[in-house]
């Protein structure tokens, strides 16, 4: 059951992470952390009402973590490298991969991380915003008018 | 508004995004392991305790058994009983209602055993047990859709327990060689065995359909199988293994093509198999190259049968001419002789086509 959700969203997960956390390295360890924290909630007999909205939550809360552990300038001066996409990951054609990029940097150039998050989870992660609003313990009307208007800015800057 | 949704596909275009799947894979492994080094107890419990068959057998509903920790309900079972219950569930097949009882027995048993190669053992043991119960289902009952989903389940799920600790074990260091061999030999004669049955049964089943679903279902059971002997078998003692079949199958071709048999149609099975073999090999799937290995050096033993037969019945054809022609006569009290070494000859002919 556990290993079919990490069948499942392993690697969504992953992208999340690798999106908010560009040190691949060090990505790879926060998901690491993220699968074995949520199992661990399950040994404690942790009441778990939706498994996959879980562990986005601890997969954001060591993000969170993180980035309190490091200062953010040092963490983009670390991983400028390590944030370039290499040959094989991301769609095969150059068109793709231009625009891929193009749309990667909408999406960084909203202001807050918050809505940076938001937006990501909503159209790339799928999460409802139900789930979204649980997570972050905010009301959904709330992260519906985050996802609007961050939407309204990613589409200003592709359409400049 | 249309532009919001254009926004929107493109966004979900990053989903198209590679991520590193060998890294996946190898975190899944470390994380089973963990997983069972760490085990959920109370809510595999549950899950037992929220089968239906169970609820029928014993409706005991107002009691609130999910706080209870399993030993807790043996320990009930045992004093109210005396034991049957528990004893009574050891031959109960999937679809019976004491076979709940039967699996918590196990796991409490599992749950007790501390050590780690008795631990891996009792799962070898309890898959070999699945596979049994399979057989009896199907001769006792024929097919039972829902008895055998169980048994095969818990059958895949304990061929993993098992490579898991395997896999455990080496990782900390340890020296398993002798325990994966034996645990290996154990989870392959438990899939040869629920091969062999199955098979029949697909055969056997009513619809197109059915038969086409069960050969399915075979093929996933099966390559899960292999897959939990592959991590066993990860060692440099079965890699070995795996070469020196490979080696030994080639040794048999060669004699083959001496004795003037490269062009039968055994030798394209061989062919396929060592193919098969190779490419196993290459993935570092040792166990199944030395299968492939083995099936290959099987399909020239049949080659080298037939030839045999043949030789013998023309030797007896050619004797039973020269006999015709009197020749036999001249030879007088050799005649006892002949006519022995024939009787030899046809046991040879029946031995070689009843191995066959």
Redesign the interface.
Same mark, same amino acid.
């Given at each position: 059951m556990?290993?079919e959700i990490?069948?499942k969203y392993?690697?969504?997960v992953?992208?999340h992470i690798? +999106?908010r956390v560009s040190n691949?390295k060090e990505a790879?360890d926060i +998901?690491?952390e993220t699968?074995?924290r949520t199992?661990?909630s399950? !040994?404690n007999?942790q009441k778990i009402e939706n498994l996959r909205a879980f562990v986005y939550m601890v997969a954001r809360n060591l993000i969170i973590d993180f980035y309190r552990k490091k200062s953010r300038s040092d963490i983009a001066l670390d991983d400028l490298g390590a944030n370039e996409?290499s040959s094989?990951?991301?769609?095969d054609s150059t068109s793709?991969k231009i625009? !891929?990029k193009k749309?990667?940097a909408a999406?960084e150039s909203l202001e807050t991380d918050n809505e940076r998050e938001i !937006?990501y989870m909503r159209?790339?992660d799928d999460l409802s915003v139900k789930e979204i609003a649980t997570m972050m313990d905010k009301n959904p009307n709330n992260i519906r008018v985050i996802c609007h208007r961050g939407?309204k800015k990613?589409?200003n800057q592709?359409?400049v | 508004m249309f532009k919001e949704v254009f926004t929107i596909r493109k966004i979900k275009k990053l989903r198209t995004e590679d991520m590193n799947k060998q890294f996946l894979v190898d975190f899944r492994g470390e994380l089973n392991i963990f997983m069972t080094n760490n085990p959920v107890m109370k809510k595999e419990v549950q899950r037992l305790f929220n089968m239906e068959s169970l609820n029928k057998f014993i409706n005991f509903n107002k009691l609130n058994f999910k706080s209870m920790p399993a030993f807790i309900i043996v320990l009930i079972a045992l004093i109210t009983t005396g034991g049957g219950v528990a004893a009574a569930s050891q031959t109960s097949l999937p679809s019976d209602a004491l076979y709940p009882v039967k699996i918590l027995t196990e796991e409490v048993r599992e749950a007790v055993t501390f050590n780690n190669t008795a631990k891996a053992k009792l799962h070898a043991k309890y898959a070999n047990d699945r596979v049994e119960e399979v057989q009896k289902m199907l001769s006792e009952k024929g097919i039972d859709p829902k008895g055998l989903e169980i048994a095969l389940a818990n059958l895949t799920k304990h061929a993993s327990q098992t490579a898991s600790i395997i896999e455990g074990e080496r990782s900390h260091g340890k020296n398993v060689n002798a325990l994966a061999k034996e645990l290996q030999n154990k989870i392959e004669k438990a899939k040869t065995d629920l091969e062999n049955n199955l098979d029949s049964m697909a055969v056997n089943a009513t619809s197109t359909e059915a038969r086409k679903t069960w050969k399915e279902k075979i093929e996933k059971i099966k390559s899960e199988m292999e897959d939990n002997e592959d991590r066993i078998g990860k060692s440099e003692e079965f890699k070995k293994e795996a070469e020196a079949a490979m080696l030994q199958a080639r040794k048999q071709l060669q004699e083959a093509s001496q004795n003037g048999l490269a062009s039968t149609t055994e030798l394209i099975k061989f062919n396929s198999f060592m193919d098969k073999a190779s490419s196993s090999i290459s993935k570092e799937h040792w166990v199944q190259a030395r299968q492939h290995a083995m099936q290959a050096e099987k399909a020239l033993e049949k080659v080298e049968n037939k030839i045999e037969k043949e030789e013998k019945k023309e030797f007896k054809m050619e004797k039973g001419k020269k006999l015709e022609n009197g020749e036999g006569e001249k030879k007088g009290n050799g005649r006892d002789k002949d006519s022995s070494t024939e009787k030899e000859d046809d046991e040879d002919i029946a031995s070689t086509t009843s191995e066959e």
């Open positions: 556990f290993l990490y069948d392993g690697e969504q992953m992208r690798s +999106f691949n790879q +998901f690491q699968f074995l199992w661990k399950l !040994v007999e996409p094989n990951d991301l769609a793709d625009e !891929v749309i990667k999406i !937006v159209y790339i939407l990613i589409r592709l359409y | -």
